[in-house]
């Protein structure tokens, strides 16, 4: 069974920035595709970002202009998301996501595995 944790969130300012981790456990890592999703409250989930299995073809929502990447290490069963410039409509609980796949995978209904979500909260 895959297990996600997420980590890294926080309460950092306007303009800052955090890197976030997701661990994963109980499969070969380097089979899965990975994802970004995050909620606000009263919202519904949305697409922050996406990875292939092997690391190709980093994927982040137009939106976002750029300003968050995902990365991933497979010899460390990690992948991450790195946001820079952060706004507090970046606020949200941010979840990391699998599916064993080859490609990018950017609905949420395409991943089978989720994490529990890390709260992040850009103050103004």
């Known amino acids: 069974q895959v297990q996600l944790v997420e980590s890294g969130g926080g309460l950092v300012q306007t303009g800052g920035s955090l890197r976030l981790s997701c661990a994963f456990s109980?499969?070969?890592?380097?089979?899965?595709?990975m994802g970004w999703f995050r909620q606000a409250p009263g919202k519904e989930r949305e697409f922050v970002a996406a990875?292939?299995?092997?690391?190709?073809?980093?994927t982040s929502a137009d939106s976002l202009n750029g300003r968050f990447t995902i990365s991933r290490d497979n010899a460390k069963n990690t992948v991450y998301l790195q946001m820079n410039a952060l706004k507090p409509e970046d606020t949200a609980l941010y979840y990391c996501a699998a599916e064993k796949a080859f490609g990018i995978l950017t609905g949420p209904n395409e991943y089978a595995y989720w994490g529990q979500g890390t709260q992040v909260t850009v103050s103004s």
């Open positions: 109980g499969r070969t890592f380097a089979t899965y595709a």
């Open positions: 990875i292939t299995y092997n690391g190709g073809r980093p």
